[in-house]
């Protein structure tokens, strides 16, 4: 629960006629300790506006399951900075395409929860915008999950007869990452994945560490919204890093490694996906 109270508006904008969604979202947020007020259906931007300035409240989430959150969303955005309002957070949620996402950022939205995203992953979302973590943590980037483990082995079609056959975990994508001289394997689990590792070469970091450990976890990589300024901020409290700067891994994700010497042995991988928090 948090000792601060803040002020929620949740709003369903257009003809969209379906609410579970948002309702759910509502009560989470209710149980966590905000404050939450919720429009009902079939509002119109000004009506939405209108109502969040009455009310006082600190963000706006608003939902849209009908493919009119470009023509529905921004104008929130816009009509709070005509009102003098622009403080109010606004955030988003809904069927809605990754190649829209970026758009509606660009237009002011701070950030986009697609189908499936845990109602924790909003409430944690609300809780680093507002500093809500509590004395001592405000300036902590903190993660928001575990993206994936890294399992290093040497055969990745000798392990799928396990993961795919055994625990019935499949493959949806196989990729080469030529400067980490490795060959990844993605296999989703709930909200994270295993992504098994064979190395490309001799010489690469997998062979290494399979050679030095045997093969299983290489590593634990956790998601975060902001890699520049998690890099920086670690820099500055003395961990030592692999990579200073973030770098381009697997599936398109910036990424950097942490070393193990400042983690208690374990490697650590920080990740950013492009789109920004959403249920993979």
Known sequence: MFDKKIRILIAKPGLDGHDRGA??????LRDAGMEVIYTGLRQ??????????????DAIGLSSLSGAHNHLFPPVVQLLKE?????????????IPDEDIAYLKEQGL????????PTTEIIAFLQRKFNLLGPGLESIIVPIKIDHLGIAVKSIEEALKMYEGVL??????REIVADQK???????IGESKVELLQSTSPDGPVAKFIEKNGEGIQHVAYLVENLEGK????KAKGIKLIDEVPRLGAGGAKIAFLHPKGTFGTLIELCERQGGVKSK
């Open 110 to 117: 701070a950030e986009i929860f697609t189908p499936g995203t």
């Open 168 to 173: 019935g975990l499949a493959c949806v994508k």
């Open 23 to 28: 309702k759910v979202v509502a009560q989470a």
């Open 182 to 188: 490795v060959e990844v394997a993605f296999l989703p």
């Open 44 to 57: 119109t931007p000004e009506q939405i506006v209108s109502i969040a300035i009455q009310e006082d409240v």
């Open 231 to 234: 890099l920086a901020e670690l």
């Open 83 to 95: 009102q003098g309002s622009e403080d109010v957070l606004v955030f988003g949620g809904g069927v």
